[in-house]
């Protein structure tokens, strides 16, 4: 009888044991106890553009804000090139203003007396040939032929330039063709799209914080050539925060979708952070190898997401933390 009394207790402590593991998720409460790590998303921020870094302007650890500027490019040459195409700009401008607004009233008067010297030359050159005319008509050998021919063709002439004359002026009341406005007005966008393309070059040497986030590392320096490929910073999001933890099929119908949660980590057990059930696997996993007893490890899981409202910021990526479910007020 003394020989089995140890053999008895050594078999209730295997059987307390066993009982212990198969029940090591669920407290006295009732509630679910499920182990994992903090997960946070990461953002591997670059430059839009290509060039050298001319500064940054943030340190690891530093929060920043959404389109807060976070480092700079040199873009002193493309800035140049941008106040040139200013003035190219304002030149084609200038060009259409000039075609839209027509001719000045000073040229307009110009064009004008010039009309009316050559029809008051006309008029001396009709005189000279009727003079010339009734020379030659008399007989009297006062005009020759020749001078007759002369006075002729300085009539000719007069006439054609008043012609000419009222030919510019029609043409400075008339304006410029609808043609050359509307090729002005192509030179002057095409102008202006360089410009706002160069502008937008400009704008693509910021390095800009796409979301609250903090700097884990600097991964390029001021004075290192970088392009759009190249990772210059890495962010880690302060929103939204979860904890990855695996269920196993016998407890997966005591959760569900938004039931409440606490998450404690070992660094400060007094101060649980609150939290909602957002994601449930539908599909079963094995463990990870992260679980370190080979029962787990061989055992089929569900993959779950408690996301996490930790304003104060306690919870750290990565972070192993222990959640709590409330699953005794599950309907």
Not at 103 to 114: C, G
Not at 120 to 145: C, D, H, I, N
Not at 250 to 261: E, F, Q
Request: aromatic share 4%; no cysteine; glycine share 8%.
């Amino acid at each position: 009888m003394k020989k089995l009394t140890p053999i008895l207790a050594l078999f209730a402590l295997l059987a307390g044991g066993w009982w212990w593991w198969s029940h090591r998720g669920t407290t006295g409460s009732g509630d679910l106890v499920l182990y994992g790590n903090v997960d946070i998303r990461q953002i591997a921020l670059a430059f839009d553009g290509s060039g050298r870094i001319s500064e940054l302007l943030v340190e690891e650890g530093d929060a920043v804000e959404k389109g807060q500027i976070v480092g700079r490019l040199d873009t002193r040459t493309l800035e140049l090139q941008a106040d040139a195409q200013e003035a190219v700009v304002e030149a084609q401008r200038q060009a259409l203003m000039k075609f839209s607004n027509g001719s000045r009233p000073e040229e307009i008067a110009q064009v004008r007396a010039q009309l009316a010297a050559a029809a008051a030359a006309q008029v001396l050159a009709e005189q000279e040939l009727t003079r010339v005319r009734q020379l030659r008509a008399s007989r009297s050998g006062a005009a020759s032929q020749q001078s007759l021919e002369q006075a002729q063709a300085g009539a000719e002439a007069a006439t054609a330039t008043v012609a000419q004359a009222q030919a510019a002026l029609d043409l400075s009341l008339a304006g410029a063709r609808a043609e050359d406005i509307a090729q002005a007005e192509a030179q002057l966008r095409s102008a202006e799209v360089q410009l706002e393309l160069l502008r937008h070059q400009i704008g693509q040497g910021k390095l800009v914080a796409p979301d609250h986030a903090v700097i884990r590392s600097r991964l390029r320096e001021p004075g290192d050539m970088v392009g759009p490929t190249t990772p210059v910073l890495a962010l880690a999001l302060t929103q939204p925060k979860w904890v990855r933890v695996y269920v196993g099929e016998p407890d997966l119908g005591r959760i569900r979708a938004g039931m409440a949660a606490e998450v404690v980590s070992d660094s400060q057990p007094d101060q649980p952070v609150a939290g909602t059930v957002g994601y449930i696997a539908s599909v079963a996993e094995f463990t990870p190898k992260t679980v370190q007893t080979e029962e787990l490890r061989t055992s089929l899981v569900y993959e779950v997401h408690v996301i996490v409202a930790d304003q104060a910021d306690r919870l750290r990526l990565g972070q192993p933390v222990t959640v709590r479910l409330a699953t005794t007020a599950t309907p």
